[in-house]
């Protein structure tokens, strides 16, 4: 089975502050994705990557960038944290071909005060 | 655009009687179309896929999906639902013939089933 590992359930940390969320997948995937999921919203894409070093913008970039150093690891950085970035972030990955599945982590909560 | 839309927000059922989730989709191409279940404090299971073929798509847990085409809808069912089905739904889609495009979320369909 596919395994996407974020490095935290939940988090709470300050206004202002840079925040670093990891994500690694253990099936060799090509393709990562960071979405944020809030209440009423469904599911808004972030950041995706189709290769190392490689990303690509999704819906809602602003106020986030990612870093893809390692095939396994796709990390979302919020650069200066503010509360309307309150929210539960997952991240996916997926085989190159458009037909197969993105496989999801549990999430992160991420709290900001 | 792409874009799909789940119409209702929750879904009522009694165990032992059928279920359907609804889904409608607008890709300009030809689709390709998902089934997720959230369960509480969980990332998105993968429930079933259409991809070409047979309309009729049988997945995990006992949930089949119809593909229809000229209503551009792709609706979960369930013949009879169980307790355990009550979670948060949400229909993907991708356009197949858009190289390096996301999965386009619905926001979701809250089911319950009341024992």
């Known amino acids: 089975d596919v395994k996407v590992t974020q490095s935290s359930r939940y988090l709470v940390k300050r206004t202002g502050e840079k925040v670093f969320l990891e994500c690694v997948q253990d099936?060799?995937?090509?393709?990562m994705f960071w979405y944020r999921q809030d209440p009423g919203l469904g599911l808004r894409l972030i950041y995706f990557s189709y290769d190392v070093k490689m990303k690509e913008k999704g819906d809602i970039p602003e106020g986030y960038s990612v870093s893809r150093e390692k095939k396994e690891r796709f990390s979302l950085i919020l650069e200066s944290a503010s509360t309307n970035q309150t929210s539960m972030y997952l991240c996916?990955?997926?085989?190159?071909?458009?037909?197969?599945?993105?496989?999801f982590g549990d999430g992160t909560r991420l709290s900001i005060l | 655009a792409q874009s799909v839309a789940q119409p209702e927000d929750q879904v009522n059922v009694a165990e032992g009687n059928p279920l359907t989730v609804k889904c409608t989709y607008s890709v300009s191409g030809n689709p390709y179309l998902f089934w997720y279940v959230q369960y509480p404090n969980r990332g998105l299971q993968f429930l079933l896929k259409?991809?070409?073929?047979?309309?009729l798509v049988k997945g995990s847990y006992g949930f089949e999906a119809e593909f229809n085409k000229s209503q551009t809808s792709f609706h979960l069912k369930k013949p009879s639902a169980l307790v355990s089905d009550s979670a948060l739904y949400f229909c993907a889609v991708r356009d197949m013939n858009q190289a390096g495009t996301a999965l386009i979320f619905g926001k979701g369909t809250t089911l319950s089933v009341s024992s």
């Open positions: 996916a990955s997926r085989l190159g071909q458009l037909n197969q599945p993105q496989h």
């Open positions: 259409y991809i070409t073929g047979d309309n």
């Open positions: 099936m060799d995937h090509e393709n």
